[in-house]
């Protein structure tokens, strides 16, 4: 139990780093860890739109 309890939160935290990361400062760690799984999975849809979106671009800003 504890062992699938720690993956998890590894997971998460993992997804939280990737977040912050991409968002390039307009959102703090501790910004993120206070929004509902809801909120912060919209974020991550967010993301992956925009990054398909510079894909297509000749030049690219991530």
Known sequence: ???LLQ???TSLVDALISIVYYMRGSISYEEIMRRTP???DR????LDKRFEAEKKNPHPVY
């Open 38 to 40: 809801g909120e912060r």
């Open 7 to 9: 993956s998890e939160v």
């Open 1 to 3: 139990m504890f062992t």
């Open 43 to 46: 974020i991550s849809v967010f």
